[in-house]
């Protein structure tokens, strides 16, 4: 068993969701993170939820993604439950920032668009790096909005 299984093992999860517009349902994020914790037996504290925020924005700009950073830091909570990455950050600047919090605290992430999150090697980590950096360079350059 990993170092951060040990660390995590026996311990509760926070769950966050995000729209980038008002008009957008997170529903379903819910549904799908509470529905995670349900099959591995892991208590759901709560989830956060940013509704019509942005994900390129700077990070000050999500109350709720602060809240949910700041609630994974108590000691009895050992995961960040996500739907997909780009509901946590749109651009590298800010998922370093999410990602520096949440290691410092020994926070396992779960990201649920991946087929099995709990083994998610060095290789698919490195994969959606390159991702939120491409999606950076597009923006900045306007390719893409």
């Keep these: 068993m990993s170092k951060l299984k040990e660390r995590t093992m026996g311990k509760a999860a926070i769950g966050y969701a995000r729209t980038s517009t008002k008009k957008q349902c997170y529903d379903f994020q819910v549904r799908e993170i509470e529905r995670w914790c ?18 390129g924005k700077p990070i000050e700009k999500s109350p709720a993604l602060l809240d949910a950073i700041n609630a994974s830091e108590s000691e009895d909570i050992g995961y960040f439950v996500y739907q997909y990455r780009d509901r946590v950050a749109r651009c590298v600047k800010r998922a370093a920032l999410v990602d520096e919090r949440l290691n410092a605290s020994s926070t396992e992430q779960i990201n649920l668009s991946m087929r099995y999150p709990e083994f998610m090697e060095a290789t698919e980590i490195f994969v959606a790096q390159m991702k939120d950096a491409f999606r950076d360079y597009f923006r900045s350059t306007g390719e893409m909005e």
């Design 38 to 55: 349900e099959e591995s037996g892991i208590e759901l504290k709560q989830v956060f939820v940013d509704h019509g925020v942005s994900g």
